[in-house]
C-alpha cells in the first residue's frame, strides 16, 4: 500500500469517499493502526488525559508533542501523520506558530499539523502555508479553550452560534487550512459546513455528513474510562482484557506455576 498524502486526502471528497482518521501516541499503537490501513493519524494533544493522565490538554508541551510524534512516525509506514499543536504553542504569535509548527515537519517527519481556533489564527495559517506547512483547522468545542467555553459541551446549537461556526470555517478555508476538524456540533450544521466548504471536514462528534470521522484511538479501544462522550462507539475493551492476563499471571506466579519447564533454560 502506498504512503497516503494530502493529494488522496484532498481528493477523497469530490470522489465521495470517507476518510478514516484516529489518534496515536507511541510506537506499538501506531503500528497497529497503520496496520490496520487508517488513512490519517492525529497524534493528538488528548495525549495529556489518555496517556499522562492530566484533567484536560493544556499541561502537555510542545516538546512532548514532539516526542510522541517521533515515535508514531517512527512506526508508520502508509497513514499521513499530523501533529497536533498545543496550548501556547502558537496562540503568543505568528513568528512563533510557524516556528513550532515547523518542528512536526522538520523533526519527526510529520506531513502536516493541526491547531484549535477560526477567526483568531487565521492569519497563523496563513503564514504556516506560505512556508509550505500543511494545515488542518479546528473548530467548534476546542478542547484548549475549556476555560473560556466552561467545559465540554456541544458549539453551535443557537442560531448565532452557527451562524458565526459557518463564518469561520470559511475563514479558516480561505487562509489556506486544507482541511478542518469539527467537534461537537450538531450533524445539521456539520452538513451544511460540509456541502459549503471545497475542502474537507473531519467529525468528531459532529454526525454523519462529514468528509471523514476520528475518534480518540484509547476510546475506540477501552483504555479510557475517566469519562465517555456521547460520540464515542467502543469497539473493544482492552482494559478488561489486560486485567485479565495481568491477574492470571499474578495468580501463576504466586502459586509456583510460572515460569514453567517450558519457560526455563536448561
Request: net charge negative; glycine share 8%.
Amino acid at each position: 500500500m502506498p504512503k497516503f498524502t494530502i493529494h488522496d486526502f484532498l481528493k477523497k471528497k469530490p470522489e465521495r469517499k470517507k476518510i478514516t482518521m484516529l489518534t496515536a501516541y507511541d510506537y506499538p499503537f501506531a503500528q497497529i493502526v497503520d496496520e490496520a490501513g487508517i488513512d490519517v493519524i492525529l497524534v493528538g494533544d488528548s495525549l495529556g488525559m489518555v496517556v499522562q493522565g492530566h484533567e484536560n490538554t493544556l499541561p502537555v508541551t510542545m516538546d512532548e508533542m514532539i516526542y510522541h510524534t517521533k515515535m508514531v512516525t517512527r512506526a508508520v509506514k502508509n497513514a499521513m501523520v499530523i501533529g497536533d499543536m498545543p496550548f501556547m504553542s502558537y496562540q503568543a504569535g505568528i513568528e512563533e506558530a510557524v516556528k513550532n509548527s515547523v518542528r512536526f515537519l522538520k523533526e519527526v517527519g510529520a506531513s502536516a499539523i493541526k491547531l484549535e481556533g477560526g477567526a483568531e489564527v487565521a492569519e497563523h495559517i496563513r503564514a504556516m502555508t506560505r512556508a509550505d506547512i500543511p494545515v488542518m483547522a479546528h473548530i467548534g468545542l476546542t478542547p484548549q479553550s475549556i476555560h473560556r467555553m466552561g467545559g465540554y459541551k456541544v458549539q453551535g446549537k443557537t442560531k448565532e452560534s452557527a451562524k458565526r461556526l459557518l463564518e469561520e470555517a470559511h475563514i479558516v478555508e480561505d487562509a489556506g487550512a486544507f482541511s478542518i476538524l469539527l467537534e461537537a456540533i450538531p450533524a445539521g450544521l456539520a452538513k451544511i459546513i460540509t456541502e459549503e466548504l471545497s475542502i474537507p471536514t473531519i467529525g468528531i462528534g459532529a454526525g454523519p455528513h462529514c468528509d471523514g470521522q476520528v475518534l480518540v484511538l484509547h476510546d475506540v479501544i477501552g483504555l479510557f474510562e475517566r469519562f465517555t462522550p456521547k460520540f464515542v462507539k467502543q469497539y473493544a475493551n482492552l482494559k478488561a482484557d489486560a486485567l485479565k492476563a495481568i491477574s492470571s499471571y499474578k495468580e501463576e506466579v504466586e502459586k509456583g506455576t510460572f515460569p514453567g519447564e517450558e519457560h526455563s533454560f536448561k
